[in-house]
């Protein structure tokens, strides 16, 4: 019988006369971390160690690098599975981590998302479009400001508004008054539209103030929050989707550091894993750098079909406007939420005319 | 009455032309994230949002661009700072976190080493001298064959024991089996040789999951851990160091991406403020790439007088030998903890004797 692996791809800068040792130096820092000459139980030298699998040159000093890694070092917590991924390695200047594959018992063991594309769309009423988002700004505005833009969001007729991912339990916003008063005026301009709108507010902290954000959200009638797990650690992101089945998660990519891990697979791949129902990332001509390519390929792997592992919905963000719609929607489909912030609540007070507009260029796109 | 600010240092690619748009892009997307035209708050305007203080140009299209964020936006939360400092900032491939200067009322929140270099020597019996300290490896033995090199490290006279940061709680080593038994065989050891060796178990998993592994390990009469902040996530890192007052915390940079944020910064300034007692970092010249440059200011800034905050012991470590030890002692001096784990190892049988040589080596070193 033999060990079950996961296969971690790395692109690594090397010359054609070191990638072989350099290939076999990166699967022995992502397991043992020692000479294996050092090492005498046969078991860990061919179940434990990682194993070399493929080197391809694509050419320039560049290679791919296969390398596959024991299940059994991961366990079943995502923590120590980033850890065995690409931990040491990210201290590494020549290497960047550009896939990872999968074997089904791991897949099951993380479980991606519980609701996924399918349960967004029940929720936020959101059938055979596109979804709509926007965002709570700028930091530093009270709870009742904050719960005034939101309404007026709303009345605009959303799907979603979810926080800035800067609003955390700061003074001059806590967590819970702010919570409160989302909620109420979502729901109060929600009864008025008739479309369920949902507020998303973002957690922050610990675990155990995660867990009380999360509490008072449900106290306040929310199924949906957004998380960092950069900032969270990813076995606490696990632990809440375990503990509260019945909320979906929009991760947000802060600190996702694209440099040394590839967008597709951190945002795409790994959060969809983790258990994000929704992905947030910066599309391409926004205010960050990333490709279309980049952006395409992040898309596909929130959505394309994984074993058991249910679809996340991708989120492009960051400085869109209501004129890129079009365009956007033409480029990611129908199975994609369309997030416009800073540009709706430039409209002042036009902001639910403008919120407005965006929900019709949505519904009403037609498609190329 | 002036906002407290704390000032964000990055090192940021551009041309002279776009440099002060560039720096103005970041101050923003690092505090609201929305175009300031559609801000009508003054209270926001003047205290939340991000100031650009100063741009330095240093030739070659590089720049220093000194932010300064108020201490308000990230409150008392480690990881809400974390984003505040440099989240969205890292999706950008133009930037790099070089440095920050922190108010002295938000140095004294987060706190720093709670026991520091201080508190390692009363308990590790390193009194006027390095410490040493090495690893338990391969991942992939069962707790007896740990406890059994745990032991015989020990005999050889030696301060810590650490765990591989790879060790969790996997099936074939789970955590409470490996540290009652490496425990009780250093606690054997040390009562032999009179020196009171420390065991450093690695903490994993989720909030909930490490403190139960703190329990586990206190009961079993440890005071020092490991932590990987970059994956157990940094709120959860203040939380235990709260929690656990008289547990001393070793720092792994496991994760820490070292191309976007500066070697010296994360590791030297940002573990110690979050309370690592000691830092482990890839020393030059061993399996990882920093250069003597980078490991001599990040030591520096591990010990440097700092307000109130204590200072934190660096361990330089990564593929270290016996052979490098005069060398490393003279570079960084006696307030620094030398780690040599797979060369001791190496040793097979005579790790005992390889372990009081490097404990001898240590004691008796010459300083240049």
Redesign the interface.
């Known amino acids: 019988m033999t060990t079950a692996r996961f296969t971690a791809v790395y692109r690594v800068r090397a010359d054609p006369a070191s990638i072989a040792a350099r290939a076999q ?1 990166i699967a022995v ?1 992502q ?5 294996l ?5 046969p ?2 030298l061919s ?3 990682g194993q070399v699998e493929h080197i391809a040159d694509h050419g320039g000093g560049l290679f791919e690098v296969r390398i596959g890694l ?1 299940v ?4 079943d ?1 995502a ?2 599975w ?3 991924l ?3 390695t ?5 290497v960047v981590l550009h896939d990872v594959e999968i074997p089904p018992g791991l897949g099951a063991a993380f479980g991606g998302p519980r609701h996924g594309i399918g349960g967004l769309r029940r929720r936020g009423g959101a059938i055979g479009r596109a979804f709509t988002a926007s ?1 709570l ?5 009270p709870p009742a ?1 904050l719960a005034e833009l939101a309404g007026r969001f709303a009345r605009g007729g959303i799907d979603f508004v979810k926080d ?3 609003l ?5 916003s806590p967590f819970a008054a702010r919570v409160a008063a989302c909620a109420e005026a979502i729901r109060q301009a929600a009864s008025a539209t008739g479309h369920p709108t949902r507020y998303v507010p973002s957690l ?6 995660m867990r009380r954000q999360l509490d008072a959200a449900r106290a306040a009638g929310i199924d949906c929050v957004m998380i ?1 797990p950069m ?6 992101v ?2 809440l989707k375990a503990a509260y089945p019945d909320v979906a998660f929009f991760a947000h ?9 590839a967008p597709a697979l951190l945002i795409g791949r790994l959060f969809r894993l983790l258990g994000a129902d929704a992905v947030i990332f ?1 599309n391409h001509g926004g ?4 490709t279309p390519q980049t952006c395409r390929r992040l898309a596909q792997r929130a959505r394309a079909p994984w074993d058991a592992i249910r679809p996340s919905v991708p989120v492009p963000a ?1 400085g869109m406007t209501l004129e890129r719609v079009p365009e956007m929607l033409d480029f990611y489909g129908p199975d994609t939420m369309l997030l416009v ?3 709706l ?2 409209a ?1 007070e036009r902001l639910t005319e403008q919120t407005a507009a965006f929900v019709r260029a949505v519904a009403t796109h037609l498609y190329r």
Chains 1, 2 share one sequence.
Request: glycine share 14%.
């Open positions: 130096a820092e397991s043992v971390e020692m000479p000459s050092a090492i005498d139980s078991h860990v179940d434990i160690v024991a059994a070092t991961a366990g917590d923590g120590q980033l850890k065995m690409f931990g040491n990210s201290l590494h200047a020549d965002a700004k700028p930091q530093g505005l400001r800035d991912h800067g955390a339990d700061q003074a001059y922050s902290g610990d675990l155990d103030r960092a900032i969270a650690g990813w076995s606490n696990q632990a990519p802060t600190l996702g550091g694209a440099a040394r891990i910066p205010r960050f750098g990333y960051g912030g800073g540009n609540l430039a002042r």
